[in-house]
């Protein structure tokens, strides 16, 4: 099952977020999820860790957090690298943790039509089976010909 979004709607969304949960957090620099959770936080997101293997060690001056209901302040995304059979239990937790929970992102890869239908009956917003450093880069104009940002050429000789 593959969904489309369109740009707007992606643009909105990163727009309108400030602070991401992102579970399934790396610690290892090679990560994906360390990368994009370091990306996303140097784009100015307040990025909260979450994995129960690495819970109280700090992370872009963070504490990891053991589960979503660890986390106190509110959230507008929770921002999912687990496989696809594990999505559902943590969108039920991130619903019942967050009443003001605008989206729920699932990365390459992991899809959930269960738990995606879940959310939006609650209101939310599901992106599935997409990067949010990607997208970023790609709607805030970081991205250009062959995935890099190649800047500005000179037409003068």
Not at 47 to 67: C, D, M, Q, W, Y
Not at 113 to 137: F, H, L, S, W
């Amino acid at each position: 099952m593959s969904e489309s979004y369109s740009d707007a709607h992606l643009r909105d969304i990163l727009s309108r977020t400030k602070v991401i949960a992102v579970v399934g957090v790396s610690m290892n620099e090679v990560r994906p999820s360390f990368y994009v959770a370091r990306y996303l936080n140097l784009k100015g997101f307040r990025v909260i860790p979450v994995n129960p293997g690495h819970a109280g060690k700090v992370l872009f001056g963070e504490t990891v957090r053991a589960s979503l209901s660890e986390i106190e302040d509110p959230v507008d995304m929770v921002d999912i690298f687990r496989r696809s059979e594990h999505v559902p239990p943590i969108v039920d937790e991130a619903l019942e943790s967050f009443p003001d929970l605008q989206t729920i992102w699932l990365q390459i890869g992991v899809e959930s039509p269960e738990a995606a239908e879940t959310a939006r009956a609650r209101g939310v917003d599901v992106i599935m089976n997409r990067c949010p450093k990607i997208e970023y880069q790609r709607l805030f104009g970081e991205l250009r010909m062959g995935g890099f940002n190649t800047g500005v050429i000179s037409s003068k000789l």
